[in-house]
Each structure stands twice: as structure tokens, then as C-alpha cells.
């Protein structure tokens, strides 16, 4: 078994941290963005929802008035 020099463990122990610390930093700023565009499409599929019923109810009495 080879001997690991102290400072290249210290160094690689030090490069984890970071990396975690810097990905954990990196979440926090994205994860209000991610929450707000769920939410706008979220409201943007409830409109189009809305506006298909809205169509679907329109054709449905244009069926009906032509039919009689």
C-alpha cells in the first residue's frame, strides 16, 4: 500500500469541502428561481385550462342553435 502524503489528503479533503460548499451556495441562489417559474407555469396552465373550457362551452352552444 502506498503512503498518501498528509498534505495531498489535506488538500483533497479541502477540495471536497469547497466543491460541496460551492454547490450548496449554487442551490440556494437557483432553488427561489426554479420555485417561481413552477409556479408561473403552473398559473400559465391554468389559463390555457380555462381558455380551452371556455372554447370547448362555445362550441358546444354553436352546435346546438345550428342543429335546431
Known amino acids: 500500500m502506498v503512503q498518501v502524503s498528509p498534505l ?3 488538500g483533497r ?3 471536497l469541502f469547497l466543491g ?4 450548496a ?4 441562489y437557483l432553488k ?6 413552477r409556479r408561473i407555469a403552473a398559473e400559465e396552465k391554468q ?3 380555462e381558455l380551452k373550457r ?4 362555445l362550441a358546444e352552444a354553436q352546435e ?4 335546431k
Open 8 to 10: 495531498i489528503k489535506l
Open 64 to 67: 346546438d342553435t345550428i342543429l
Open 20 to 23: 460541496m460548499a460551492s454547490r
Open 54 to 57: 371556455i372554447a370547448k362551452e
Open 25 to 28: 451556495t449554487h442551490y440556494s
Open 32 to 37: 427561489p428561481r426554479a420555485e417561481e417559474e
Open 47 to 49: 389559463q390555457q385550462d
Open 13 to 15: 479533503c479541502s477540495f
